[in-house]
């Protein structure tokens, strides 16, 4: 089966950045994906990494490294509007199942 | 706009009545998936659908049902609701060549008494 570890929760200040980190232990990988989910909200799309390196999309960038089966995603100039949940997600089997992990809740505080 | 749209957003039922909740995109997608999420235990992918009759079941397809007749809908069913399906359930969508960007509907919460 797949399994994938994030922390459960992560504090940080304003302004500051986070590092939220991801394991996984999948049988199939085709990629790592990361999501964001506000309370009440829906989860939405924030980043894809298929092969190792990083990737950066303004603010947010994320990480992968295939041979440890790691990634993370970085946070950058932390804004209130950034307390929410974060995802990581990976591809496995055929391709089309995506496992999610249960999710990191970031605090951002003054 | 494009969307997912799901309905109900919101249902209250008891044990073993059947019910159909149903999820809509105008993104001309051709994946579509069903997730459950609880507390603890982030989201689970219970089915997903490739194309039009084409189906295939994720983590925690046990008690429900999907169909995809038509391209645009993918609706999830549960013949006999139990309380152990009590949850918040989100469709998804996405090209097939996109797979790791879908795009959510807003949530369905469900609860079986």
């Known amino acids: 089966g797949q399994s994938l570890e994030q922390p459960s929760e992560v504090t940080a200040v304003e302004g500051a950045i986070v590092q939220i980190n991801c394991t996984y232990q999948?049988?199939?990988?085709?990629?790592l994906s990361w999501y964001q989910q506000h309370d009440g909200g829906a989860p939405t799309f924030l980043s894809y990494?298929?092969?190792?390196g990083l990737e950066e999309t303004g603010r947010f960038s994320s990480f992968l490294s295939r041979s440890d089966s790691y990634g993370y995603l970085l946070l950058q100039e932390l804004q209130m509007k950034d307390s929410a949940s974060y995802f990581c997600?990976?591809?496995?089997?055929?391709?089309?199942?995506?496992?999610f992990g249960t999710g990191t809740r970031l605090q951002v505080t003054l | 706009e494009a969307q997912v749209t799901q309905n109900p957003r919101y249902l209250i039922t008891v044990t073993g009545k059947k019910l159909t909740v149903t999820c809509s995109q105008n993104?001309?997608?051709?994946?579509m998936s069903w997730y459950r999420q609880d507390p603890g235990l982030g989201l689970r992918q219970i089915y997903y659908?490739?194309?039009?009759?084409?189906?295939d079941k994720g983590d925690v397809p046990e008690g429900y049902k999907v169909s995809r007749k038509e391209k645009r809908n993918f609706p999830l069913i549960l013949e006999s609701p139990s309380p152990n399906q009590t949850s918040l359930y989100f469709c998804?969508?996405?090209?097939?060549?996109?797979?790791?960007?879908?795009?959510f509907g807003p949530g369905t919460r469900l609860t079986v008494l």
């Open positions: 993104m001309n997608h051709e994946y």
């Open positions: 659908s490739m194309n039009v009759e084409v189906t």
């Open positions: 999948t049988s199939g990988f085709y990629g």
């Open positions: 997600a990976v591809r496995t089997g055929t391709a089309s199942k995506l496992t």
């Open positions: 998804a969508s996405s090209s097939l060549a996109g797979r790791n960007e879908q795009f």
């Open positions: 990494n298929g092969l190792d």
